[in-house]
């Protein structure tokens, strides 16, 4: 147990699809991440939440939309994703401005889109 | 933007062996830290390492954060089975999110 929960484990999804993955962190921190984690290819950062608000967008393509409605909570909503969007993705928290920045990851969310 | 060069790629090591492998970047971090995954989770952290020549344990793995900033190792000694896995490197510079490093794949051969 990480403390760190999202959900579902898998999800398949057709291209015209909409789906939303979850993540809940029972840590008490107030930076949560999305992270995409591709075959041969090192974790991608997708999104950084401090405090609910979005402070980072690396780039990531409109059809992933993330939300995070408090500290705890996270999602990210699916919408016409391609085939290369299939990956597992990663869900973290940290806590911020204390000079540690150790994040915790869930289990992830293995998605394939068919 | 920012990299991490980790290395080996992979490793195949006898059961009973050490294991050591490294990070490097061209940039100065301020904080290192060495993540494990098992194949269908997320990875989990290691050791965190905060300052330059840092050299921390837990059980049989020894990290260490280098003298000049830029780099950090990891040594597993007396490799068993479950041991397997990818181990990741990761830095934080500033006050940007954490950069991760490729992964390395471990199998261990009992």
């Known amino acids: 147990e990480t403390g760190v929960t999202q959900t579902p484990r898998h999800l398949v999804m057709g291209m015209t699809n909409k789906k939303s993955l979850k993540c809940e962190q029972h840590?008490?921190?107030?930076?949560m991440y999305w992270y995409k984690q591709s075959a041969k290819k090192p974790l991608e950062l997708m999104f950084v939440?401090?405090?609910?608000?979005?402070?980072e967008n690396n780039s990531v393509p409109s059809r992933f939309s993330p939300e995070c409605p408090n500290s705890s909570h996270l999602f990210l909503h699916l919408h016409t994703l391609q085939p290369e969007d299939s990956a597992l993705y990663l869900c973290?928290?940290?806590?911020?401005?204390?000079?540690?920045?150790?994040?915790?990851f869930g289990q992830g969310t293995r998605l394939t889109v068919v | 933007g920012q990299q991490l060069n980790q290395s080996p790629q992979s490793m195949f090591i006898q059961e009973g062996e050490d294991v050591s492998m490294n990070c490097t970047s061209s940039s100065i971090f301020n904080t290192w830290l060495w993540y494990k995954q098992e194949p269908g989770e997320g990875p989990v952290l290691l050791i965190a390492l905060y300052k330059a020549g840092e050299l921390t344990s837990n059980g049989r793995l020894t990290a260490q954060f280098g003298i000049t900033r830029k780099d950090s190792f990891l040594n597993i000694s007396a490799s068993i089975p479950s041991d397997v896995g990818i181990y990741f490197c990761a830095g934080v510079s500033g006050n940007t999110p954490l950069v991760f490093g490729k992964g390395t794949r471990l199998s261990v051969i009992a």
């Open positions: 973290a928290s940290s806590q911020e401005r204390t000079g540690r920045t150790e994040a915790f």
């Open positions: 939440y401090n405090f609910k608000e979005q402070t």
């Open positions: 840590l008490g921190h107030n930076a």
